[in-house]
C-alpha cells in the first residue's frame, strides 16, 4: 500500500509560482510513476506530469515550459514547481503512484495510477 500527502497549494496572482508537494510512504522495493494530475471544477482529472522508474518524465502541453516534476534523491517526496501561472490553472491537483512493470513506466493517464492522495487546492486569479 502506498500513502500519497500533498502539501503546498495555495493562492497566488497570474504570473507568479507555487511548490506543491506529496510526502509518499508505505512500500519497499516495488517500482512506480509518480505523477501530478488536476481537476477543475466541473471538469476532468486531467495529468499534468510524471516521473518514472525508467526516468522517463512526461508533460501535458499545458505544463511544459512552465511546470517542474522532480523527487527528491530518495524517492519520499515528489515536487511540482509551477511557475508563470495562469488563471485556468486554478483547479485540486492531485499526487499520484502507478505500479509498473518491465518497460518502468505508464502512460499519464488517471486510469493507469493506482494510489491517489486527498488533492491541495492551487488558485490563481487574474
Known amino acids: 500500500q502506498v500513502q500519497l500527502v500533498e502539501s503546498g497549494g495555495g493562492s497566488v496572482q497570474a504570473g507568479g509560482s507555487l511548490n506543491v508537494s506529496c510526502a509518499v510512504s508505505?512500500?519497499?522495493?516495488?517500482?512506480?510513476?509518480m505523477g501530478w494530475f488536476r481537476q477543475a471544477p466541473g471538469k476532468e482529472r486531467d495529468g499534468v506530469a510524471s516521473?518514472?522508474?525508467?526516468?522517463?518524465?512526461t508533460y501535458a502541453d499545458s505544463a511544459k515550459g512552465r511546470f517542474t516534476i522532480s523527487q527528491d534523491s530518495a524517492e519520499k517526496t515528489l515536487y511540482l514547481q509551477m511557475n508563470s501561472l495562469k488563471p485556468e490553472d486554478t483547479a485540486m491537483y492531485f499526487c499520484?503512484?502507478?505500479?509498473?512493470?518491465?518497460?518502468?513506466?505508464?502512460?499519464?493517464?488517471?486510469?493507469?495510477?493506482?494510489?491517489w492522495g486527498q488533492g491541495t487546492q492551487v488558485t490563481v486569479s487574474s
Open positions: 499520484a503512484a502507478a505500479l509498473v512493470g518491465p518497460m518502468g513506466w505508464v502512460p499519464l493517464r488517471d486510469y493507469e495510477y493506482n494510489y
Open positions: 508505505g512500500y519497499t522495493s516495488i517500482d512506480l510513476c
Open positions: 516521473i518514472c522508474k525508467n526516468g522517463r518524465i
